[in-house]
Structure formats: structure tokens, C-alpha cells
């Protein structure tokens, strides 16, 4: 249904209301013709109910817009990106519904139909998520614009320009992950999800215009929920671009099977490590230096002061005495993953205290 202007969409909707006071009825002002609106109602899944503020997303490459359903159930969603897929959702607290696609041209105003889905939430299970990136099986340039889903779910991601896409609130156990793009057709491969993690893979497509062969979803790799969750992979995403910042995995670790967290610090550019006494026996590196000169301070009272990074344990500064390094605060098996950034140029805003602006910041999370 299309109508041309939000004052006639406000009319409709309070017909479709049935009642409800004209002051509770939204319009978009400051309308733009080169966008589009979404409406409908939300109901319960089961019995049909009216949803009352439900908040309604919708969601397209690059962007989203957002609204709350009324007293009567009905939702507007102005600022709608058009001649892009979109994903419409609704969910309310802890509950939520299947995401449906669709597809606006310039001006239109789309009606869409939302259901909540209440019942079972007491017994279900604890939920995974899905991160991933849809590549050209031939090229292994990114797809953009696809449609992704798993289980029930209908699609509820989006790519973005890298190919990437997010999905949440995935059942444990065997699953299957949905694909749809207009270049390639719509593709489906079955996977398993485990309960209360990260998966990572890769979906590689084949042109619809090609003898289409069943998709290829490559796990490469399985993340760690404490790192997700602290940012650790976004920061890392988002600097390997432009070549900031070092990141280091439970998986490097166990590769490399380093003795001290020390030894592999020391293959890091621009990381020394000073030979000296440490208060455990373990430690024979215990002190940090970034490369600038200021970061060393000569002995006072016969004791050798460094000023080295700043060390960060599980997001939180800790504070080194003289005698003290960074095999003091824990060991290789405890350690999920490793951040060292070596000075101001490529220091996240949460590591940026005055010293490690000068000399650096080294920081440790530990967990799984």
C-alpha cells in the first residue's frame, strides 16, 4: 500500500486504530520524498494481541531507523532508506519476533505486519551469535546487500559494504543459515551452533546465473565471548585497516607455546624487554619499554625506575612497583588475548591514560 503523503498515513492509521486519541498518532515531519515510511501493527504470536510499546527497527546497509509501537499496537517507522533490501523487527524487553524483508521505492509508505513472539522464553535455551562475512566463491569479493538469517528467524541481518553481517539470539545445536541477494539467489547450508558463544565463518556464494553448487559456510574460528563482549575483535577489525595496534589470540598463544607472557611480547616491533630481578622466580623480563627515550628514568637509590607501557588487566590499569613485570600478573594459560599499542597514534580512548600516551599501553584479558 502506498500513499503519498504522511498526513494520509496518519488517517489510515487512525482508522486501523479503531478509536485511538488522534494525539497518539505520529507523523514524520520534515518528510523527505527520497525516503520511505514503514507501518503496520505489532501483535502477540500467540493470540494476536496488540503489542504496546514494542520498539520497531528497521534496519538497511549502513544505517536504521527506529520507533515505538502505541497503546494500540500501531507502529510508524519514518526515514526509511528506499531501493535497498531493509529488515523490519519488533521486540519488547527479552522478547522479540522474526525480522521480515522488504524493499521500498522513493516515497512509498509499506505496510508491515510485526509479531512478538512470547511463549517458551522460561525454558529456552541460552542463545549464541553469528558473525560473519559473504564472499564471492570466485573472486572473494564481498557481497553486499544480502539478506541473512538462521533457524526460524526469518532474515534479520543485513551485509554492510565488507560483506559482513551480525545475528543474534541463535538457538544452540544444528542450525541452518539462510542467504538471499538478488545476484545470487537464495542459498541455505546447515552448521552448529554452540550454547552461549561466538561463531565466526565465512559464507561463500556462487552467481545465480552459474550452475549454482551448495554454499560453503567455513568456520574459521570460534570467538571468545569474554573478548567480544570487551571489544577486543572490533578494535582489532577496525585497526588491521589501517595497520594499527598488535593483536594476539588464545589461538597465537597456544601456537607459539611461550613459557611467559614476556617471550611473546618480545616479538613485537617496538617492544623491549630489560633483563632484571622480578619478584617471582618465573620472571626473567620484567620491565616494558616503548622506544621513546622518556619511558626510561635512571636509578634512584639504587633501584632502576622504568617507565614503561602501561599494563591493563581485564580493561583495568594496574599499577607497577619497581621489581614488578607483566609475568607477575599472569601466566600464558590464563590469557585469552593480548593488545599492545606503542604510542598516542593508536591508542583507544579506554587505554589512553598519560603515561601510555607517552610510552605505550600492553593490555591482558584473561578468561575464555
Known amino acids: 500500500m502506498s500513499l503519498s503523503t504522511p498526513r494520509l498515513l496518519a488517517a489510515l492509521i487512525l482508522a486501523a486504530s479503531a478509536g485511538a486519541a488522534s494525539a497518539q498518532t505520529p507523523e514524520c515531519p520534515g518528510y523527505d520524498p527520497d525516503l520511505g515510511i514503514v507501518w503496520g501493527m505489532v501483535r502477540a504470536m500467540e493470540g494476536g494481541a496488540p503489542v504496546p510499546g514494542a520498539e520497531v527497527e528497521v534496519r538497511w546497509n549502513g544505517g536504521k531507523s527506529e520507533a515505538q509501537s502505541l497503546d494500540s499496537g500501531i507502529y510508524i517507522v519514518c526515514g526509511v532508506r528506499t531501493e535497498v533490501p531493509v529488515i523490519v523487527k519488533a521486540g519488547i524487553e527479552r522478547f522479540a519476533g522474526s525480522g521480515v524483508a522488504a524493499l521500498l521505492d522513493p516515497g512509498e509508505t509499506l505496510e508491515v505486519?510485526?509479531?512478538?513472539?512470547?511463549?517458551?522464553?522460561?525454558?529456552?535455551?541460552?542463545?549464541?551469535?553469528?558473525?560473519?562475512?559473504?564472499?564471492?566463491?570466485?573472486?572473494?569479493?564481498?557481497?553486499?546487500n544480502a539478506l541473512v538469517g538462521a533457524g526460524d528467524e526469518g532474515y534479520t541481518g543485513v551485509t554492510d559494504g565488507a560483506g559482513r553481517f551480525v545475528l543474534d539470539?541463535?538457538?544452540?545445536?544444528?542450525?541452518?543459515?539462510?542467504?538471499?541477494?538478488?545476484?545470487?539467489?537464495?542459498s541455505e547450508a546447515p552448521f552448529s551452533m554452540g550454547a552461549d558463544g561466538t561463531l565466526e565463518v565465512e559464507v561463500r556464494l556462487d552467481p545465480a546465473v552459474l550452475p549454482v553448487e551448495p554454499i560453503t559456510v567455513k568456520i574459521v574460528g570460534v570467538r571468545s565471548h569474554k573478548l567480544e563482549m570487551a571489544g577486543f575483535y572490533g578494535r582489532r577489525d577496525w585497526n588491521a585497516r589501517l595497520g594499527l595496534g598488535y593483536y594476539i589470540t588464545r589461538a597465537d598463544i597456544r601456537k607459539r607455546a611461550p613459557a611467559r607472557i614476556s617471550h611473546i611480547l618480545t616479538e613485537i616491533p617496538r617492544v623491549d624487554m630489560i633483563h632484571g630481578k622480578c619478584f617471582t622466580s618465573?620472571?626473567?623480563?620484567?620491565?616494558?619499554?616503548?622506544t621513546n627515550p622518556r619511558c626510561r628514568i635512571p636509578k634512584q637509590e639504587g633501584v632502576e625506575v622504568i617507565l614503561g607501557a602501561s599494563l591493563y588487566l581485564d580493561g583495568r590499569r594496574m599499577r607497577q612497583v619497581a621489581g614488578q613485570g607483566v609475568d607477575d600478573f599472569a601466566q600464558p594459560g590464563d590469557i585469552a588475548g593480548i593488545e599492545v599499542y606503542t604510542g598516542s597514534g593508536d591508542l583507544p580512548a579506554e587505554f589512553a591514560d598519560f603515561n601510555a600516551q607517552k610510552c605505550g599501553a600492553i593490555v591482558l584479558w584473561t578468561g575464555r
Open 282 to 290: 618465573r620472571c626473567d623480563f620484567p620491565f616494558i619499554l616503548a
Open 113 to 144: 505486519p510485526l509479531a512478538v513472539a512470547f511463549g517458551g522464553t522460561a525454558a529456552s535455551p541460552i542463545t549464541g551469535r553469528v558473525i560473519g562475512r559473504i564472499v564471492d566463491r570466485q573472486t572473494l569479493k564481498p557481497i553486499t
Open 169 to 186: 539470539r541463535v538457538d544452540p545445536g544444528q542450525q541452518v543459515i539462510r542467504v538471499q541477494h538478488l545476484a545470487y539467489g537464495e
